[in-house]
């Protein structure tokens, strides 16, 4: 729904999750990110694994696919 109303296709998605709840959304996306703590269904399901939660995962996945590998802060 987010995607369609900003105009985008799912290729240009990238959704991160951890639970089981998140595979169909990680599964949809251009680019699915499982956390490095998620569910091994979750891992399975994605197209690349960050690291966990604690160790900023996210952040990760958009310094590298985001911004294309630039570093702020």
């Known amino acids: 729904f987010l995607a369609a109303h900003f105009g985008c296709g799912m290729s240009e998605v990238v959704a991160v ?3 089981w709840n998140d595979r169909d ?3 949809a996306a251009g680019l699915g990110v499982a956390m490095g703590n998620a569910q091994p269904e ?12 604690a ?5 990760r996945v ?7 590998g ?3 802060g």
């Open 25 to 27: 959304m990680i599964e």
């Open 62 to 68: 958009i310094r590298e696919f985001v911004l294309g």
């Open 42 to 53: 979750v891992r399975a399901a994605a197209d690349v694994v960050t690291a966990s939660n």
């Open 55 to 59: 160790e900023d995962g996210v952040a």
């Open 17 to 19: 999750g951890d639970s």
């Open 70 to 72: 630039a570093r702020h």
